[in-house]
């Protein structure tokens, strides 16, 4: 590979494809010559119409035969990467529902926490609906929270802001 960003790379891909000619009936081979086809592709001086000549001369008249061979591989490969991206995309959706989920728990627990402290043991009801509360309603309570001076002061609010 010491070839690659070198002007003579043109000149000595046969004579690197050749010493595998005898080998590529393996399937290791195969493999391993798929790996250096797609390392040597991604040099944007070779082509697919290069490479396949290259071959050609490597494997006497046979590149093309070995190019679709190899084609067939790259497109099974990358249909799976495409599928593991796929997943890993769900996985984010997973991991941002739960950072959201974990905020909003946190939010709760803080605002449970700020009434017991101000106001001593609060009702149940309370509770419930901080616990069921969206993303507005907490934020919408907490900063209203500074405000009261008594639990009667959260039910007048409650009352106000989100009775039906």
Avoid at 76 to 88: N, Q, R, T
Avoid at 106 to 131: A, D, M, V, Y
Avoid at 133 to 160: C, G, H, M, P, V
């Amino acid at each position: 590979m010491k070839y690659y960003f070198s002007d003579e790379l043109f000149n000595k891909l046969p004579d690197i494809f050749s010493l595998l000619a005898d080998l590529v009936q393996q399937k290791s081979t195969i493999e391993f010559l798929s790996i250096v086809l797609e390392y040597i592709g991604t040099n944007q001086r070779c082509d697919e119409d290069f490479l396949k000549e290259s071959l050609d001369k490597a494997f006497e008249n046979k590149g093309e035969e070995i190019m679709h061979t190899l084609a067939e591989k790259l497109v099974d490969k990358y249909s799976l990467a495409e599928k593991l991206v796929d997943k890993y995309s769900l996985a984010d959706k997973w991991i941002d529902q739960g950072k959201k989920e974990g905020k909003k728990e946190g939010k709760t627990q803080l605002l449970s926490f700020l009434f017991e402290e101000r106001f001593g043991s609060i009702p149940q009801q309370i509770t419930k609906q901080i616990n069921q509360a969206d993303d507005k309603l907490i934020e919408d309570l907490t900063r209203s929270f500074l405000r009261f001076q008594s639990i009667n002061d959260y039910y007048l609010w409650w009352e106000k802001h989100y009775s039906a």
